[in-house]
């Protein structure tokens, strides 16, 4: 029954969940703002589709993995409101 109760019976420590600075990427005169700071910051730009599960599977486990600590500036473009 070892396997049942970790599948069903959850965890009993609560999971503490990550949020990332996140920074919503607009309009096309943002990249030019990136480039600039690309060349003393690194720059991420993370594309997302909300209605593709890959894409949410992907973001989840970056969002997971991430360290904190990092010094990079995260960029968001999801691509269903273009």
């Not at 990550?18 to 700071?37: A, G, H, M, S, Y």
């Not at 910051?41 to 973001?59: A, P, Y």
């Amino acid at each position: 029954m070892g396997i049942f109760n970790k599948l069903f019976s959850g965890s009993s420590e609560p999971k503490e969940e990550k949020v990332l600075p996140w920074l919503p990427l607009n309009t096309i005169d943002q990249l030019d703002t990136i480039l600039d700071k690309s060349k003393t910051k690194t720059q991420l730009i993370f594309k997302h589709s909300t209605r593709c599960g890959i894409s949410r599977m992907v973001m989840s486990q970056f969002v997971s993995e991430y360290d904190l600590e990092m010094d990079v500036d995260l960029y968001y473009l999801d691509l269903l409101s273009f």
